[in-house]
């Protein structure tokens, strides 16, 4: 069996959290590291898993990267400091998965474009769009192939204070 790729989360609150679920069941990833920048239940939830932790931000993983490295790192803070915790982390070498409103690398939606991102030159940091995004696209993109869309609208109701 192949190896899991290694994975850090940036951003213990609901998004990180639920992801670190996400990756708890899969098959391919394994979250090694939990960073936030206070101790929080996102955080003690992580140590309950096993995980390294940091609460000195994206420069705890950098001061702990040579001992406990990944292959990407998911970066569920905000836009505002997103630039520079890439700029952190693609510096280790490691990929960064962009999932806040940043866009610093090109758009990826898995079933709309995927492949053709895979085919071209690894991109060092990858945005995630949106979570409304990543609902609508997918269904946009399978109507227009059968039928031209010119306009597409989402309406969403959010169930969680994140």
């Known amino acids: 069996m192949k190896t899991k790729a290694k ?9 990180g959290t639920d992801l670190l679920m996400k990756c708890q069941r899969s098959q391919f990833i394994e979250a090694t590291w939990m ?27 950098v001061a702990g990267f040579s001992e406990s490295p990944v292959d990407f790192v998911f970066d ?11 700029r952190k982390v693609t510096a ?6 962009d999932l806040t409103p940043a866009a610093i690398g ?16 690894p991109a060092d940091n990858v945005n995630m769009v949106t979570c409304g995004g990543q609902a609508t696209i997918p269904m946009v993109y ?4 059968v039928q031209a ?3 597409a609208e989402i309406v ?7």
């Open 7 to 15: 994975a850090a989360i940036i951003g213990p609150g609901n998004i």
């Open 35 to 61: 960073i936030g920048i206070e101790d929080s239940a996102g955080i003690q939830r992580a140590r309950e898993f096993g995980l390294r932790t940091s609460t000195d931000g994206v420069d705890g993983l």
């Open 76 to 86: 569920a803070t905000s836009a505002y400091v997103h630039a520079e915790n890439s």
């Open 92 to 97: 280790l070498g490691a990929t960064m998965i």
């Open 106 to 121: 090109p758009f990826c939606i898995p079933p709309v474009n995927l492949d053709s991102l895979l085919s071209t030159e």
């Open 142 to 145: 399978a109507v227009s192939r």
């Open 149 to 151: 869309v010119s306009y």
């Open 156 to 162: 969403a109701t959010v169930a969680s204070k994140s």
